[in-house]
């Protein structure tokens, strides 16, 4: 079950196999192993096996696409028409969607088979997954790990090998921090270049739906699917149609690749520092040329993202008030009280924290000290990083301080929880694309990945450069061993 | 003490766009509850909204007419707050940086022509409705009007009576209506007025505290909101209190106006720039196309008719107070070129008619071209103006034209001398009394006898000519 997106279409292809065997073989793997892991929230067999069928004669017929009948499984953020999605959330526990997000349609369009919906720290606020109305997401590497978060459900049914790939949303990390944590790999485009149509709402201005899988390789032919401009979303890039895979056998030869010396300091764990070491390595031997850089407000990220996302979600979840749809309280005495009562049975504590201090920073006579100010620093963010790129080409970082932490051991203390994201919260506040990949294992048997981070619009040179990587290095192959529960 | 009322209005006009201003969604009025109401307008987890382009070019129509300034960038800003009617728990507008900033719109008050100072019109949308009526002891929530684009107009507070805050609404109305951006239907709520009053002393600089009567949906209501308020403020300063900012609504059934929430309980609406709609950047280009469509302004138009037409201001005044009557002025006035004979029936007789009958002048069946046809036989001295009302009369309730029917009834005006003669001799052998007194000096007594004539030709002698033969045969 450790086939590759790409190994897959090739298989269908030569007609090796059917989109029906390839469907039933992962979804009894699904069944074996979801109940120890809780990757999906909703798993469809019936559907996703009729979606193979579709998918099986639209090969007979000769009109089947690159993907055509591969099993897919989308964050539970993504709208999916006549399918639960609940967001990881109580207040949509009963939400079943009218209409398809563009990311699903262009999945449907393109063939590939919905098996279901995978858990996801509620409302994509989460660095661990533990925030899951849904009950926390083990780590198929250590179960007593944490996967990673926001997209948890994905990073760990694709290590798994529960499906062969699964999309993800990266607001501050939520698709490179649990693709590290799980060992795979997946990017989170420039900001614009995947629709957020039908995207739940977190953080607008931040939010980017991306591929996870295991190689750069298959994450370039989800792109290509994922991207392109939608007009019902005014944030959409028209960039025109690129074909994401036209740079993986380009060689990294003389390619700059810029270390920044804040990421590198006392605060990033030493078996962390070391695993990044080797890779550092391993991409000069590749040809490329390494160069210290700086991204000197690299540590106010950490308060600007969490005085602008919270201010965008304070006013994004206005909308769950059990008036037209989602959980509504069973009693309530007047309007104030339906709303209230309704939003308190719905929302769990981190939406809650993060609602009242968005919220409380968007306020009169607070807003220009924080609001304001933040933006003022989002900036000067975006200009750290223009400089960055006028000494290289990529970025190289880690995407953690330390590998995937305990369940449980970080939860009583949110700020513990939003220093980890000190890496990757940067990215998003400019706008860029940056990419999370496997480069080792702690002496613990947990993964590590690297970030690589490019210029606006550079995710076929991005994913190159991981696919250059990847010929060279096996981190990526490597599966968890999982035994199903009896 | 004497006072002096300081007004400011706040209009809200719909846009008269095919579609929502951020959805897809027919804005047709009437429809069955939440029939027009898509995904993006009932707020589902996941929908964008994506700007209409015909409400901007709505939007910089208006500018344009008002001689307002255009910003090249606005931004649209959450305001957000919780109802039930509003779906998504914030409603989408322009706060910091408007779409239309300043302009100014003249109004005449009595002889006195006033110039009224704009602040800033912004885009945004509005809200659904809530039905408390329907449904006993729920709300029914109708989703069909939410996301209707509205352009909010904002005045300086320029007004100083009820009469001028009338005027001003009225030639906003008009205005609007004009450049065809707002349907102009009161009583479905396309043109909504909130008005702030407050008074002070007169001679302070110092504005005094206002307090703001919202949704107004007719000028009576308008004119008699205000003036209530007035009294109110005036009663209780004059008492010695203290007005409260407040926003106040009108009962117009008692005429009175209430508290609807002060100051201390205002929202804090928490407004920020939406991310996700970028900021609206609007080049000359698209400036130039919206001024190349821009009709003749009814002001300009005014002074074309005085020029063109010799219709006096006041006059031409009235006959642009809507483009279908101005339109249909000008349709008469090219078949028959007696400009100022011509508004007197399109601003006297037409314009009692129709109001007496509550008609509007698209539904009213005297054309233009039957009114000109009219006009042209009191120009030439076939009718008398006593014989031309009851031609109009004929007209109105007919299809023929003029001359079908004075032709039909015989009322051709009688101009012929001989037979006029012929009525003046009879006239002053009958009433020897009355030729006595004239001849004494007494000039009424020429009506008198006038007035014989005038009964003996049933109506059909030419007056002027009647009151010549007299005094010719008298003297």
């Known amino acids: 079950m450790t086939y590759t997106l790409k190994q897959l279409s090739d298989a269908l292809a030569s007609r090796?196999?059917?989109?029906?065997?390839?469907?039933?073989?992962?979804?009894?793997?699904?069944?074996?192993?979801?109940?120890?892991?809780?990757?999906?929230?909703?798993?469809?067999?019936?559907?996703?096996?009729?979606?193979?069928?579709?998918?099986?004669?639209?090969?007979?017929?000769?009109?089947?696409?690159?993907?055509?009948?591969?099993?897919?499984?989308?964050?539970?953020?993504?709208?999916?028409?006549?399918?639960?999605?609940?967001?990881?959330?109580?207040?949509?526990?009963?939400?079943?969607?009218?209409?398809?997000?563009?990311?699903?349609?262009?999945c449907r369009r393109a063939g590939l088979v919905l098996v279901g919906k995978t858990n996801m720290d509620e409302f994509a606020m989460g660095s661990s997954n533990e925030n899951s109305a849904y009950g926390a997401v083990k780590n198929p590497w250590d179960l007593r790990a944490i996967p990673g978060g926001s997209s948890g459900g994905s990073a760990a049914a694709v290590a798994a090998r529960l499906v062969p790939v699964a999309t993800g949303t990266d607001t501050g990390g939520s698709i490179r921090q649990p693709a590290s944590h799980c060992g795979i790999t997946g990017i989170k485009p420039t900001y614009g270049k995947v629709s957020r149509y039908g995207m739940v709402a977190y953080a607008s201005s931040l939010d980017q739906g991306g591929p996870m899988a295991q190689t750069a390789e298959d994450c370039a032919l989800m792109l290509n699917v994922m991207a392109g401009f939608d007009g019902?979303?005014?944030?959409?890039?028209?960039h025109g149609d690129e074909d994401y895979t036209r740079d993986l056998n380009t060689p990294l030869k003389g390619v700059k690749i810029g270390l920044p010396k804040e990421f590198f300091t006392a605060g990033l764990d030493a078996e962390v520092a070391a695993i990044l070491q080797a890779a550092i390595a391993q991409f000069r031997t590749l040809g490329?040329?390494?160069?210290?850089?700086?991204?000197?407000?690299?540590?106010?990220?950490?308060?600007?993202?969490?005085?602008?996302?919270?201010?965008e979600a304070s006013s994004n979840l206005s909308r769950y008030d059990g008036v037209r749809y989602g959980h509504r309280a069973a009693d309530y005495k007047d309007l104030n009280d339906m709303y209230e009562r309704s939003r308190a049975e719905g929302f769990g504590a981190e939406v809650k924290r993060r609602i009242l201090v968005g919220t409380y920073v968007l306020s009169h006579g607070y807003y220009d000290a924080y609001y304001l100010q933040a933006q003022k620093i989002r900036r000067l963010i975006a200009q750290d990083f223009e400089a960055a790129f006028t000494q290289c080409d990529f970025i190289l970082g880690p995407v953690a301080p330390t590998a995937a932490f305990n369940l449980g051991e970080k939860t009583n203390d949110p700020v513990q929880m939003y220093l980890s994201d000190i890496y990757t919260l940067a990215v998003n506040l400019a706008g860029l694309p940056a990419m999370s990949l496997p480069a080792g294992f702690t002496q613990q048997g947990r993964p590590v990945g690297m970030q690589l981070i490019g210029r606006y619009f550079a995710e076929a040179q991005l994913l190159g450069a991981a696919h250059q990587f990847q010929q060279v290095t096996d981190w990526h192959t490597r599966a968890p061993v999982l035994t199903p529960l009896n | 003490m004497k006072w002096e009322v300081v007004i400011g209005l706040e209009v809200h006009t719909q846009l008269s766009t095919c579609s929502k201003i951020f959805s897809g969604s027919s804005t047709a009025f009437g429809a069955a509850p939440n029939t027009q109401a898509s995904a993006v307008d009932i707020a589902l987890p996941g929908v964008l909204p994506v700007m209409n382009r015909a409400a901007v070019e709505k939007a910089i129509c208006f500018g344009l007419a008002v001689d307002a300034h255009i910003n090249r960038t606005?931004?649209?800003?959450?305001?957000?707050?919780?109802?039930?009617?509003?779906?998504?728990?914030?409603?989408?507008?322009?706060?910091?940086?408007?779409?239309?900033?300043?302009?100014?719109?003249?109004?005449?008050?009595?002889?006195?022509?006033?110039?009224?100072?704009?602040?800033?019109?912004?885009?945004?949308?509005?809200?659904?409705?809530?039905?408390?009526?329907?449904?006993?002891?729920?709300?029914?929530?109708?989703?069909?009007?939410?996301?209707?684009?509205?352009?909010?107009?904002?005045?300086?507070?320029?007004?100083?009576?009820?009469?001028e805050a009338v005027a001003y609404a009225r030639a906003l109305y008009t205005l609007v209506t004009w450049l065809g951006m707002c349907d102009g239907n009161m009583q479905e709520g396309s043109f909504r007025v909130d008005a702030n009053v407050s008074v002070r002393p007169l001679g302070q600089a110092e504005l005094g505290t206002r307090r703001e009567i919202k949704n107004l949906n007719?000028?009576?209501?308008?004119?008699?909101?205000?003036?209530?308020?007035?009294?109110?403020?005036?009663?209780?300063?004059?008492?010695?209190?203290?007005?409260?900012?407040?926003?106040?609504?009108?009962?117009?059934?008692?005429?009175?106006?209430?508290?609807?929430?002060?100051?201390?309980?205002?929202?804090?609406?928490?407004?920020?720039p939406d991310p996700d709609l970028l900021p609206l950047v609007i080049t000359e280009a698209d400036i130039d196309a919206v001024r190349a469509t821009l009709p003749e302004l009814p002001a300009a138009m005014a002074v074309r008719f005085a020029e063109t037409y010799g219709v006096s201001a006041y006059d031409a005044g009235l006959l642009t107070q809507s483009l279908a009557l101005a339109q249909y002025f000008e349709a008469a006035v090219a078949l028959c070129p007696q400009g100022k004979l011509l508004a007197n029936w399109v601003?006297?007789?037409?314009?009692?008619?129709?109001?007496?009958?509550?008609?509007?002048?698209?539904?009213?069946?005297?054309?233009?071209?039957?009114?000109?046809?009219?006009?042209?036989?009191?120009?030439?001295?076939?009718?008398?103006?006593?014989?031309?009302?009851?031609?109009?009369?004929?007209?109105?309730?007919?299809?023929?034209?003029?001359?079908?029917?004075?032709?039909?009834?015989g009322l051709k005006q009688v101009s012929d001398s001989g037979a006029i003669e012929k009525l003046v001799d009879e006239a002053i052998a009958a009433n020897p009394k009355a030729v006595e007194e004239f001849r004494a000096g007494k000039e009424k007594a020429l009506n008198a006898l006038a007035g014989q004539v005038m009964k003996a030709s049933k109506g059909k002698a030419n007056p002027a000519q009647v009151q010549d033969i007299l005094r010719q045969r008298l003297q």
């Open chain 1, 16 to 106: 090796q196999v059917s989109s029906r065997e390839i469907t039933t073989a992962y979804l009894e793997r699904i069944a074996a192993l979801n109940p120890t892991l809780n990757a999906f929230i909703t798993v469809d067999p019936d559907r996703a096996l009729a979606e193979a069928d579709a998918a099986d004669m639209a090969r007979a017929a000769g009109s089947a696409g690159a993907l055509t009948g591969i099993p897919l499984a989308h964050k539970d953020v993504f709208v999916t028409e006549g399918m639960l999605t609940t967001c990881g959330s109580k207040i949509l526990n009963n939400f079943v969607g009218p209409y398809d997000a563009h990311v699903v349609s262009q």
């Open chain 1, 232 to 238: 019902r979303d005014s944030t959409c890039l028209d």
């Open chain 1, 288 to 311: 490329a040329e390494l160069v210290e850089v700086s991204l000197p407000k690299t540590e106010l990220s950490i308060p600007a993202y969490y005085v602008i996302a919270p201010a």
């Open chain 2, 74 to 163: 606005s931004v649209f800003a959450r305001k957000n707050y919780f109802y039930p009617d509003l779906p998504k728990g914030y409603q989408i507008s322009q706060f910091e940086l408007p779409i239309v900033e300043g302009g100014h719109i003249n109004i005449v008050v009595g002889d006195t022509v006033k110039t009224v100072q704009l602040t800033r019109a912004h885009l945004e949308e509005d809200a659904g409705k809530s039905l408390h009526e329907d449904f006993q002891g729920m709300t029914g929530i109708d989703l069909n009007r939410a996301g209707t684009p509205l352009l909010e107009i904002v005045s300086e507070p320029d007004m100083r009576s009820a009469a």
């Open chain 2, 218 to 272: 007719s000028f009576r209501f308008l004119e008699q909101a205000i003036n209530y308020e007035i009294q109110w403020q005036i009663d209780l300063l004059e008492d010695g209190g203290r007005v409260q900012q407040a926003t106040v609504l009108f009962d117009p059934d008692s005429g009175e106006t209430r508290v609807m929430r002060t100051k201390e309980d205002a929202h804090d609406y928490r407004y920020f």
């Open chain 2, 347 to 409: 601003n006297g007789e037409l314009a009692a008619r129709l109001n007496r009958e509550d008609r509007a002048l698209a539904a009213c069946s005297l054309s233009a071209a039957r009114l000109a046809g009219l006009v042209a036989r009191i120009a030439d001295g076939t009718l008398s103006s006593k014989l031309a009302k009851q031609v109009f009369d004929a007209l109105w309730d007919s299809d023929l034209d003029a001359d079908a029917i004075i032709e039909r009834d």
